[in-house]
């Protein structure tokens, strides 16, 4: 979904990972490029504690912008 992701983007989740207990639409941030097309990324909470971190593939990732591009 996501070709031009790159580290600290703000990211949204496009799918659930009920394994890891992350539904849709959460927001992360991609610490890391592990390899084409996978990302680490990590989920806080509004204390800045991280709930989750992990590898995932840009398809089931969408880059949030906060400006027009």
Do not use: C, W
């Not at 992360?28 to 709930?51: A, C, H, I, M, Q």
């Not at 992990?54 to 398809?59: E, F, V």
């Amino acid at each position: 979904m996501n070709h031009n992701i790159r580290v600290l983007d703000v990211v949204a989740l496009t799918e659930d990972i009920s394994e890891h207990g992350l539904s849709r639409g959460q927001v992360g941030t991609v610490v890391e490029s592990l390899d084409p097309g996978v990302f680490e990324v990590e989920f806080v909470d509004n204390d800045g504690k991280t709930y989750a971190m992990l590898p995932l593939k840009s398809n089931q990732l969408l880059v949030l912008h906060y400006q027009p591009a």
